[in-house]
């Protein structure tokens, strides 16, 4: 399960993910020069906005 750390404006999320997964994720990282982390944040925004249509108002 995801653990939400709150550090003031910014919050950290940790995920689990199979083996094989991040594997690819750290594959395309080092291809692309893109972190590990801008690539599931973009992942994570892309999912947020094609869902909160759906809900528009966050749970607070």
Do not use: D, H, Y
């Not at 893109?34 to 966050?58: A, D, H, Q």
């Amino acid at each position: 399960m995801p653990k939400l750390v709150k550090k003031s404006e910014k919050a950290t999320l940790v995920i689990e993910m199979p083996k094989e997964m991040w594997e690819q994720l750290r594959w395309l990282s080092f291809n692309t020069k893109v972190s590990m982390s801008e690539i599931c944040r973009k992942g994570i925004e892309k999912t947020l906005k094609e869902n909160l249509k759906k809900f528009p108002t966050p749970p607070a």
